[in-house]
């Protein structure tokens, strides 16, 4: 799932500021497993908005709903009654959905809502961790399922670096080495042998620093016209 | 909607508020307590920081829960549940600038219904709780 975290109310207030009718716009998916953008977080971020503004005296309509992607555009035309009634709408999907949000109405003022943080896992109930960044070019069956590019705060590939010790990262000592879990979890299943395999550097253009990416499915996107006989 | 503006809501557990703000001796408290509607839930683990902000944008002047002290919630963590929910609420609260003490935790027994009744006038008249 893709993270978040809300952005401060005072700074989505600032956004706001000025705009009659405003529209907080929760996505059903990723953030809110989260916790952090679904209808609850939606219908929060409408309440303390309100609340905000009548301790001020200012008046203006504050109201929220949810759809349940922002980043897929079927979904978001079940918001478009809503849409019609906003000048402005407060986003909390992650950036995806804010920016899909503007190409499917692109009239539209459309403010994000949330900081969005990073691809991860539910760890705990209450806890969200990182585990992939999106290289384009996976290699754990060669690191026992455990990702060096996000666990290991260097993304080192061959092995820790100096400072790893009692099994914590340099960088902040209350998070594990990366590649300690690498070669616990390589142990445990039997494959310590893959650390004497050299991981070639890795190919970078295959992640986003090739430029954005797509994926298309030529069968999916369209179809041909067909011709009468054997194809 | 403001049809709340001004009174106190609180929210309390059946098993140890009941009996004190809405069965018989329910007329006792209020003459201690200024205007509340008393809202029931099955155990203050229940409470949802949402009820919470609800209640503040119904008009309410302030919202307190009332239930078991920790050790004896029925459902073993009520208690703790509401006070961890109430912090959330003070939380967001805070960061729009409004004061954390127009919400309250009462925690008590049923068979001390006077000790209850004090610490809830008090919360009303200091207009704050113990919620950190
Ligand atoms: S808009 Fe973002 S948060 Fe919502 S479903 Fe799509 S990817 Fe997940
Ligand atoms: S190797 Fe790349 S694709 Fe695989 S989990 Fe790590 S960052 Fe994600």
Redesign the pocket.
């Known amino acids: 799932m893709?993270t978040g975290d809300r952005k401060p109310l005072e700074e989505i207030a600032a956004m706001v500021e000025g705009f009659e009718r405003v529209l907080i716009l929760g996505?059903g998916?990723?953030?809110t497993v989260c916790m952090a953008g679904g209808e609850r977080e939606a219908e929060e971020t409408a309440l303390a908005l309100r609340l905000r503004g009548r301790e001020r005296g200012v008046s203006r309509e504050i109201w929220y709903a949810n759809v349940e992607?922002?980043?897929d555009e079927e979904f978001l035309q079940e918001a478009v009654d809503h849409v019609a009634r906003a000048d402005v709408v407060v986003s909390l999907?992650?950036g995806?959905?804010v920016q899909h949000m503007v190409t499917v109405f692109p009239d539209l003022i459309v403010y994000p809502g949330l900081n969005t943080t990073f691809m991860g896992v539910t760890e705990e109930l209450g806890v969200w961790a990182e585990r992939c960044l999106g290289c384009g070019d996976c290699v754990l069956e060669r690191t026992g399922g455990v990702c060096p590019i996000t666990r290991c705060s260097k993304s080192l590939l061959n092995g820790p670096c100096g400072g790893s010790a009692d099994g914590a990262c340099e960088v902040d000592k209350t998070i594990p080495c990366g590649w300690q879990l690498i070669i616990d979890r390589l142990e445990a299943i039997g494959q310590l042998q893959r650390l004497d395999e050299v991981l070639p550097p890795k190919d970078w253009s295959k992640s986003h620093s090739g430029g954005p990416r797509f994926r298309i499915r030529e069968d999916v996107r369209g179809t041909d016209d067909v011709e009468e006989g054997a194809q | 909607m403001h049809d709340k503006e001004g009174i106190m809501i609180i929210f309390g557990c059946k098993h140890t508020a009941t009996p004190i703000l809405e069965e018989a001796s329910g007329r006792e408290a209020r003459v201690h307590l200024p205007d509340f509607e008393y809202r029931e839930l099955p155990c203050l683990g229940s409470l949802d920081p949402l009820m919470v902000l609800r209640a503040l944008d119904e008009g309410a002047r302030s919202v307190v829960a009332v239930g078991c002290f920790q050790g004896r919630c029925r459902h073993l963590t009520g208690s703790q549940r509401a006070k961890a929910a109430l912090g959330h609420v003070g939380d967001v609260l805070e960061e729009v600038g409004l004061d954390r003490s127009m919400i309250g935790l009462v925690l008590g027994s049923p068979i001390d219904q006077r000790a209850m009744i004090e610490q809830l006038a008090k919360f009303a008249t200091n207009d704050g709780g113990d919620v950190e």
Do not use: E, F, H, K
């Open positions: 893709i996505c998916t990723c953030v992607r922002q980043c999907a992650c995806c959905g």
